[in-house]
C-alpha cells in the first residue's frame, strides 16, 4: 500500500491510500515533493467549505504556478484512472490546460463528481475527517480572492510511504 499522512502544525492528521497503479506519474511526483519536504511549512491556501481545500503552492497563493509540470492523468487528457472525486479524494490542481499540475493538490471535502474526468484524483482519505472538516470551516476572504483563508492553516508535514518501487517522475518544461 501507498500512504500520504499530512500532519498539520496544530496536530491535526489526515491519512490517505494513494493509487499509484492508476495514476503512476501523479503519485510519483507528489510523493516526490512531499518526501523532499517541499510542502512542509505551506499552507493550504484556498478553502471552499463544501467544496474542496487546496495547498501546495510554492508561497500559499493559488495563482503561483510551479517550476514543473506533469501529464495530467484524467479522462479528458486520455488517462482514465478509475478514480473519482468523492468526499476526501485527492487531487491535483491545475490550470486550464490538460499537462499544467505541478505541486498544487486539494481535497474534496464533499463529493465533486464535476471534476471526474477533468482532474487528477490519486488517493483516498482513509482518515481525519474530522480535520478535513475542521479546515473547511474555516473563514475566508470571499470568492473575490480565490476563498483564502484568514488565517492559513500550515502543513507541518507532508509524508508518502510505499511498500512498492514508485517509477522515476517524467515531469514537463
Not at 9 to 26: H, K, Q, S, V, Y
Not at 84 to 94: D, K, Q
Not at 141 to 163: C, H, Q, Y
Request: some cysteine; proline content about 5%; glycine content about 10%.
Amino acid at each position: 500500500m501507498t500512504e500520504c499522512i499530512i500532519l498539520m502544525e496544530d496536530g491535526g492528521e489526515m491519512r490517505f491510500e494513494l493509487f499509484p497503479d492508476n495514476a503512476p506519474i501523479t503519485v510519483a511526483s507528489f510523493a516526490q515533493c512531499a518526501n523532499g519536504g517541499f510542502f512542509d511549512g505551506l499552507a493550504f491556501c484556498r478553502i471552499v467549505e463544501g467544496f474542496v481545500i487546496q495547498g501546495g503552492s510554492p508561497d500559499n497563493d493559488i495563482m503561483t504556478d510551479s517550476d514543473f509540470h506533469i501529464v495530467g492523468e484524467f479522462a479528458e487528457n486520455g488517462h482514465d484512472t478509475g478514480l473519482v472525486h468523492r468526499r476526501g479524494a485527492i487531487s491535483m490542481a491545475r490550470d486550464d490546460a490538460p499537462n499544467t499540475a505541478g505541486t498544487q493538490f486539494f481535497i474534496c471535502h464533499q463529493d465533486a463528481h464535476r471534476l471526474d474526468g477533468k482532474y487528477a484524483a490519486f488517493g483516498y482519505m482513509r482518515s481525519g475527517f474530522d480535520v478535513l472538516d475542521r479546515l473547511a470551516a474555516l473563514p475566508t476572504s470571499g470568492k473575490e480572492t480565490w476563498n483564502k483563508p484568514l488565517n492559513m492553516p500550515v502543513m507541518a508535514s507532508v509524508r508518502v510511504v510505499s511498500d512498492t518501487l514508485l517509477p522515476p517522475v517524467e515531469r514537463l518544461a
